[in-house]
């Protein structure tokens, strides 16, 4: 829908002819709203002006329905249903009788990826459900199988079966741009096929959750429900899934989360392939490079990086060098400001990949290779 964005490009064009060559400021708000002493009389010309103008803007409403519309056929709706384990009466705790009972079912979104049916959610929808039932955009309502989840990065993914499934492609991620307009398709409070729609508002947000990725943040309107829906890019391909906002009141602020759609690919590949999510680790505790610490080291303050304080036996980072007391600065390329950025780069690099890390020792840099090894733990 790159058509949208020219649209737009042109009526704002339009618009500042409309309104003069000099930008409207506050401080000249009387002067660009003055209303002429006398007003013009309805001549043709005038007319033409007018019509021409909307074309363009039934234009872009036709491009952004076209783009809804396309869309909403690969958007789900998803019900889990959970049990829970009671006890009737103290006979029956004595005696550890109990009784399973059905919880009232969590709503969210979700988004099919794939002609087989497989669908993308948050792990966080689902949680430990006994049954998730998926409703269709055509109405259909199927019974869904958890193929595989991840804690670490709050993604969890489905497989229907069934024929006529309309995937949505998953986007490149690292193309996309803060200020790009997007949209959110899901189920807020129950209320199917809601869409809505904003920009990216920064990249990179981290510590919303217990997860290791990074977070689109968007002021696209996301409330409970939602979760697990797709933020879609104005070529119809998901760059991210919707998952969390930070609200003082519970409801939407203007401040909502997404993992960026690079994750969602990793995780739904290795779950696909493999039935589990493959985690990658370098073998090191790390941390923070303090003013305090970089002073005990003799280095000014203001350096970016992290201290390494330990270096695990038969880990990669072992085995390519890295020593106690190094400083990682670098990590295939992208600067290492912290912890958290080295971690989420090691997470989405793959197994067996040679990546070049550059560290400091003895205030000297120094580059070694590393070779990516699939965690102990995973």
Known sequence: MRGFLRFLSFTVAISLLAMGSSPWRGTQ?????????????????????????LPVLSEIDHEFTELV???????VSITAVQQATIFNDSFSKFFGVTTLVELPPQLGSGVIVS???????????????????????????????????????????LKI???????????????????????????????????????????????FSETVN???QTDAAINPGNSGGPLIDLDGRVIAINNSILSDRGGWQGIS?????????????????HGRVIHTWLGVLTAPLT????????????????????????????????????????FDGKEVCDSIALRVSVTETLVGQKVPIKILRDRSEKQVEVTIEKSPRA
């Open 214 to 216: 990074e977070f689109f």
């Open 161 to 207: 079966r069934g024929t006529g499934f309309i995937p949505l492609k998953l986007g490149n991620s690292d193309e996309v741009k803060v200020g790009q307009a997007v949209i959110a398709v899901g189920n807020p409070y129950g209320l199917q096929e809601t869409v809505t729609q904003g920009i990216i508002s920064a990249k990179g947000r981290r510590g």
């Open 291 to 330: 003013d305090s610490l970089l002073e005990s080291l003799g280095m000014s303050p203001g350096r970016r990086g992290v201290f390494v304080y330990r270096v695990f036996q038969d880990s990669p980072a072992k085995q390519a060098g890295i020593r106690p007391g190094d400083i990682i600065i670098s």
């Open 69 to 75: 519309s396309q869309v909403m056929p690969s958007v």
């Open 115 to 157: 002609q087989e049916g497989h669908i993308v959610t948050n792990l966080h929808v689902i949680g430990g459900a006994l049954v998730v039932r998926v409703h269709l955009n055509d109405g259909r309502i199927l019974s869904a199988k958890v193929l595989g989840t991840d804690s670490f990065t709050d993604l969890a993914i």
């Open 257 to 273: 989360f997404a993992i960026p759609s690079n994750t969602v690919k990793r995780v739904f590949n290795d779950i696909r392939v």
């Open 29 to 53: 708000a009387h002067a660009a709203f003055r209303l002429p002493s006398k007003f013009p009389s309805s001549t043709s010309a005038n007319k033409t002006t007018l019509a021409s103008k």
